[in-house]
């Protein structure tokens, strides 16, 4: 399953296999930040599982708990949640193909939905199946209107700020739809995304060491904004230049560094 691209980023400490208790508290940005008082979303629910608990990445802001709560069960007509990776008990650096996740805000969700409860197998060792053909053209058999009804559910949600698809999955969107596409705007082009979407939320109310991040351009992402993820200077991007940035003065406490 594959992440946003990693930068170059410390490790955390053997300790960040236990969460920080107090009150919830999201600090700094998704790739450069922690997390206070968060909690593990439950392995098995009435309709979802999580995939891979063992890798302690099922640990999120109860803001982020709650929200995938809801919309799985919002999301029972068409099939249970599979739901990737969140973040590590204390946020930071996952570093396992993801340089966000780091601050209790941010959840991979498979495009696949199931039927039946997941096998501990398939659980610790799941398939990640890609709604695309050859990266160009959608698979039919693996996409259809529930996975455009589901991504329409998540991003109308008033919590989620922007959600990353690949970029093909983007095109297919703004090809495909009709009616109603304002919410098409939150919908962002990301590398890889092939099997599931990547959901970030907003900062919490009230939650002030949560440092807002750029806002989403205007429109609905499709035309010439798009066209560029199609083009050669997409298809080989230029790694990050420079060191990682310093960590918030309170998540070096917090990730013992």
């Not at 107090?22 to 909690?39: E, F, K, L």
């Not at 109860?62 to 008990?89: N, R, S, T, W, Y």
């Not at 996740?101 to 941010?106: A, E, I, R």
């Not at 160009?136 to 922007?162: K, Y």
């Amino acid at each position: 399953m594959t992440g946003l691209f990693l930068s170059a980023a410390p490790a955390f400490a053997d300790e960040n296999v236990t969460p920080v208790p107090g009150a919830p508290d999201s600090i700094g940005s998704p790739a450069n930040g922690c997390v206070v008082g968060a909690t593990e979303m439950p392995t098995s629910g009435p309709n979802w599982e999580v995939l891979r608990p063992s890798t302690h990445h099922d640990w999120g802001n109860p803001f982020l708990i709650a929200f995938l709560e809801d919309m799985a069960a919002k999301a029972k007509p068409l099939g249970k949640l599979i739901i990737g990776d969140l973040g590590a008990p204390r946020g930071g650096p996952i570093l396992i193909g993801h340089a966000s996740h780091q601050m209790g805000l941010d959840v991979d969700v498979l495009f696949r939905l199931l039927d039946e409860p997941l096998s501990e197998q398939d659980r610790e060792n799941p398939q990640f199946h890609a709604v695309m053909v050859n990266d160009a053209v959608m698979d039919r058999s693996l996409w259809g209107a529930p996975q455009v009804t589901l991504l329409h559910q998540f991003a109308t949600d008033p919590r989620v700020e922007r959600i990353f698809v690949n970029p093909v999955i983007k095109r297919e969107l703004c090809k495909s739809l009709t009616g109603d596409r304002a919410w098409l705007r939150k919908i962002r082009p990301w590398w890889g995304h092939e099997a599931h979407f990547h959901v970030r939320l907003s900062c919490p109310p009230g939650d002030e060491d949560c440092l807002p991040r750029d806002p989403i351009p205007a429109g609905d992402g499709c035309g010439a904004p798009l066209d560029w993820w199609f083009t050669p200077d997409a298809a080989h991007p230029k790694p990050s230049k420079g060191p990682h940035p310093q960590l918030p003065a309170m998540c070096k406490a917090i990730l013992g560094k």
